[in-house]
């Protein structure tokens, strides 16, 4: 039960951190196109 508990915070975090990463690069994209 350990396991699967930090498998599920690994897995959330890493959804996560997709999600961040992505509007970083949409953030990054759209400031690069304004300039």
Sequence with gaps: RFIY???GITGLY???GCSLMAKV???YTTT????
């Design 32 to 35: 690069k196109v304004d300039e």
């Design 14 to 16: 890493r959804g996560f």
């Design 5 to 7: 508990n930090i498998d």
């Design 25 to 27: 690069v949409y953030w």
